[in-house]
């Protein structure tokens, strides 16, 4: 089996380095030049599309644009898995372009290089089997289990809620707080410590990927407003 | 020496605690019935009065009514010290209802029973010396010193504008993530933890301390309307 990451970006480069300890042939692609971990096989775009399974790792506004260009390509049989942060809209891109043949496994590894600096052991992966044979699906599964990581089997639309209300709220108030440039004090508590480490772990992150995160989340919208009202009904209530 | 605890609550009986580590006589007062620690000894108001010190642990807004109760019966040499998250309001009122013999050492331990559960060595204590002999300013940095506190000597109105962007923030955005009822997720990632942590622990603390801490620090207003026009600016900017 061969398999290769298409895009070595921040991520693509940590999850293909994690996958190359448990995937024998583990290869990477990306349009322009990077530099590749060591256990990971630059290759050609020709390479790439004759892979038995290609892990797409470019940001999310770009999957429609990806998947045009590589689905008249791919294996017929190949299985392709995407790791968007959000799923309900890149499940929908992959159905709509990729070969009826081809396999799709939908994922959201929920950690990155920062998050999983230690080992991913234990940390989260969201698996969405949306066309895919049992044995494959299988398989994959003890790949992810090899790695330790804790599995959550769940449809797109339930991991983008909960996503939501969980990875987006976070992220939008790391923002929010990168804006505000939150300063270092002598007097920091060890609660605003914990703070300014969320405003940097997020602001780290590509701006695209926030961007994409609540953009095309169908849940995000109702966790923003939410959190205005209950600001401004904090902020009425404090009024003298 | 004889250095009182006024007001046994959640933080008075924590930092009472603490300070009988390095105080001989550590004694405690409160109105109505408390569990102590063993290493400090219950007094009755007038013992407490009779003190050479007096620490106030009182909620913020209860300071001036606490010190018209005590100001006719303390020593008039005695040192008056205070613990509030603000600094600028309890110092006006200490400067005037106390006698202006008295002395008064204006303090804020930033920390607290959920803090400094491992321990307070290294967390940090602002001091504002506000009338007060040098040799016992002097006498009482070395007692934090000997707890292994950060110290940091500033001024009032310096304290609370560093707190408000700090600990006012924290709490401010603590509370609001608790009126949303931020759930556990089994796809929580690592920054979703830490602001779940973050809520959890305001939260535990006296709704009144973060009403006070709101509402009599002169620079949260501004806080919490940089935070409003951010987060609208932001929402603004994600709309399709």
């Avoid at 630059?42 to 045009?68: H, N, P, Q, W, Y």
């Avoid at 940390?123 to 599964?141: N, Q």
Wanted: hydrophobic share 40%; proline share 6%; net charge negative.
């Amino acid at each position: 089996m061969t398999v290769c990451m298409y895009g070595m970006g921040r991520f693509g480069r940590f999850w293909a380095e994690e996958l190359s300890r448990v995937v024998p042939d583990m290869r990477g692609y990306n349009r322009s030049d990077r530099e590749f971990p060591p256990t990971v096989k630059r290759v050609s775009f020709e390479e790439m599309c004759a892979s038995d399974v290609i892990i797409l790792t470019t940001a999310i506004s770009s999957m429609e644009e990806v998947l045009k260009a590589i689905a008249p390509h791919i294996k017929k049989d190949a299985l392709i898995m995407d790791c968007c942060s959000v799923k309900v809209w890149p499940v929908e891109m992959m159905e709509k372009y990729l070969p009826a043949e081809t396999e799709i496994l939908a994922t959201h590894p929920m950690f990155g290089p920062d998050s999983g600096k230690n080992g991913v052991e234990g940390l989260p992966i969201v698996v969405s089997p949306v066309r895919i044979a049992r044995e494959r699906e299988e398989e994959w599964l003890r790949i992810f289990q090899a790695l330790k990581l804790t599995i959550h089997v769940m449809t797109p639309d339930e991991h983008d809620r909960e996503a939501a209300f969980t990875q987006g709220i976070t992220h939008f108030i790391g923002r929010i707080l990168g804006d505000m440039h939150l300063e270092e004090s002598p007097i920091a508590t060890s609660g605003y410590k914990s703070l300014q480490r969320i405003m940097e772990q997020t602001c780290n992150d590509d701006w695209q990927l926030f961007m994409d995160l609540q953009k095309l989340n169908p849940h995000t919208e109702e966790m923003r407003s939410k959190l205005d009202r209950t600001l401004a009904k904090m902020i009425k209530y404090l009024q003298p």
